[in-house]
């Protein structure tokens, strides 16, 4: 019976977003746009309602309730409870699910703030127009395509299990907080829209500002910890390898940071009104296209664990989306809007910066696609590998930390001391190249990135020092603090990547190897017995000039849910080098296959990327708000 109570907890919202679409298009065409409050309510009864078939679902899934197809499919007896947690979100149904509760969960949220309810009744109504759509697609899916309640018959005695990948601790974090980031989108998403229908409250901006540097900062979060678990559970020894759905992670990014940074124009200049609105939608859009992505099953990807079928409901999805927010930019009515000028200066660096994140997305939207369009005109699909992404993306990605550099020192509109300031960071770059290249890096690409990356850690601090008032601006602080821990980032991609070396060996107990200045010794192994799976555990001594650093433990797994074994890897973690281990193979006489990878500087890609999570809090404004 629960399956049915679960069902109808999720047709039921269906019903109620229907029809308070409706009923918010009947206010708004009579003029009675002040009759909002019962909608508010019912998207309280809404998410109520989400939260009690999550939770039965989260029931039927820790207490291996295995008549309910998803419980089958996702778990098993043997898997540990923090796991049959985690399949809530591994499957596509769950993951649906998940995905519709949190964007339930942000519109009540919404609803609560003062910020909402100071907007115009026709803003909230025309808001709750297009967020409602929006949610009653996703309620739809759940009940038709994606129904996580369906039932299998006969019941079965156990399931399939949670695919080993998937059994590690950055699926307990790295789902939850990309929804999070996904779904806190909606809600500006739907403003930006409902701002263009009715050309009221145009001092929207400040309004969603923090809502979007959280779902900012939950994008990125996400996108880090998903780099971080594939370089820790796939044991290629790599974290990022232009797969589609890595790709479509990154799509909402660089669209939600293009969107940030013209709205900061907008706010200083009262510029660009109509490319906020569309970025707003676009970048709700790409949120869209990376669950087409990850679900339609139309292209191959490794991490895409979807059984298809909903690949036409969300390109029906995305093509309304995108020429409704189109047309809307394109009609939008502003007052007192103003136009770009003075383009060496902080607005026209924003200007670039914006025109080549879109151009970045656009390339890895076509990149990720030409799978699909290149059935057009060939038989076979032809895919785009990671040296097309490098070639094309990556200088793109360096021309951002060369602005990142420059614009903090300029003002917002041209002064005569620009040349002086362009110059003098100029010569810190070319001093910096030199040193890095005499020091052996003859990557040009790299050499670049890291010249730059290095030019913006030294000039930020040199820039607070020399303007010490602006220690006290709490935003700025944090804006130029992300803007450091990015350069971190970039200097962990541009030494890691090239300079990475690879060694691979059979080892007997007592031989060792050599990369890198490293010796390996094999020292022994030992066999682990768990109730789901048994493990080989290899101990690997790790010298370096005759001097002792510590002990390698990689693993090799073998679930007895599936057949093949699986990989897991040991690193040794250093701010200079990290040694990464991994078993390949296990010989029959006790030999160990090993493969030894030392990745120069990739932690800084960790490191960068929890500062510039955190120091994105500081940019929050919580000053009280003329209405």
Request: charged letters at 10%; a positive charge; one cysteine or more.
């Amino acid at each position: 019976m629960l399956n049915y109570a679960g069902y109808f907890l999720i047709l039921l919202p269906l019903l109620g977003s229907l029809f308070f679409v409706g009923y918010a298009l009947v206010c708004n065409l009579l003029g009675k746009k002040e009759n909002i409050n019962l909608i508010e309510l019912a998207q309280s009864l809404i998410l109520v309602s989400l939260a009690l078939s999550s939770g039965i679902l989260f029931y039927a899934l820790l207490t291996g309730d295995f008549s309910l197809t998803y419980v089958a499919d996702y778990t098993d007896s043997m898997l540990p409870w923090y796991y049959k947690i985690t399949a809530f979100w591994a499957g596509q149904d769950g993951s649906f699910l998940f995905w519709t509760f949190f964007i339930a969960f942000m519109g009540w949220i919404w609803s609560r703030l003062s910020t909402y309810n100071t907007l115009e009744a026709e803003n909230k109504t025309y808001f709750w127009i297009f967020f409602l759509s929006v949610q009653a697609f996703f309620l739809l899916i759940l009940c038709t395509i994606s129904n996580p309640f369906a039932l299998v018959y006969p019941p079965l005695e156990d399931g399939s299990g949670l695919n080993p990948l998937l059994q590690h601790p950055g699926m307990i974090f790295h789902p939850p907080v990309l929804f999070l980031g996904y779904a806190g989108f909606t809600v500006p998403s739907c403003l930006a829209l409902a701002v263009g229908m009715s050309a009221k409250n145009q001092d929207w901006l400040p309004r969603i500002r923090n809502w979007v540097i959280f779902s900012w900062i939950m994008l990125t979060a996400g996108i880090i910890l998903g780099a971080w678990w594939s370089y820790m559970e796939l044991g290629w020894g790599g974290y990022w390898a232009w797969d589609p759905v890595e790709n479509a992670s990154l799509l909402p990014w660089l669209f939600a940071s293009a969107f940030i940074h013209t709205s900061l124009l907008n706010r200083r200049t009262k510029a660009l009104p109509r490319t906020n609105i569309f970025l707003s939608a676009v970048t709700l859009l790409m949120c869209f296209f990376a669950t087409f992505i990850t679900r339609s099953g139309l292209i191959d990807s490794l991490h895409a664990f979807g059984q298809g079928g909903l690949g036409t409901p969300f390109i029906v999805l995305m093509l309304l989306f995108l020429l409704l927010a189109a047309l809307i930019a394109a009609v939008a009515k502003f007052e007192n809007s103003n136009s770009l000028s003075e383009p060496v200066s902080k607005q026209g660096m924003v200007v670039v910066l914006t025109w080549l994140l879109a151009v970045i997305g656009l390339v890895i939207i076509m990149g990720s696609l030409w799978p699909v369009l290149s059935k057009i005109w060939s038989q076979q699909s032809v895919g785009l590998d990671k040296g097309f992404y490098n070639r094309v993306c990556l200088p793109l990605f360096a021309l951002i930390f060369v602005l990142l550099l420059y614009c903090p020192w300029l003002a917002w509109i041209k002064t005569k001391r620009i040349a002086m300031k362009i110059g003098s960071l100029s010569v810190l770059v070319l001093v910096l190249a030199f040193f890095l290249w005499w020091g052996g890096n003859n990557h040009l690409l790299s050499l670049i990135a890291s010249a730059f990356a290095i030019a913006i850690c030294v000039s930020m601090p040199a820039y607070f020092l020399i303007n010490k008032i602006s220690l006290r601006n709490k935003r700025l602080l944090g804006v130029y603090s992300v803007h450091f821990g990015l350069a971190l980032i970039a200097l962990g991609v541009a030494f890691s990547g090239p300079f990475k070396q690879m060694q691979e060996s059979v080892l007997s107990v007592g031989e060792s190897m050599k990369v890198a200045g490293y010796t390996i010794t094999y020292k022994d192994s030992s066999r682990i017995s768990h109730k789901n799976m048994d493990i080989q555990r290899a101990k690997l001594q790790v010298e370096q000039d005759s001097t002792e650093l510590g002990y390698l433990f990689p693993e090799r797994r073998f679930y007895k849910k599936f057949d093949r074994p699986f990989a897991e890897a040991s690193v040794m973690s250093g701010l200079v080098d990290e040694i990464y281990a991994t078993v390949l193979g296990l010989g029959r006489s006790g030999e160990l296959r090993l493969q030894i990878r030392v990745n120069p500087m990739v932690n800084w890609l960790w490191i960068g990327g929890t500062l510039v999570c955190i120091m994105a809090l500081f940019t929050f404004d919580f000053r009280p708000r003329r209405t």
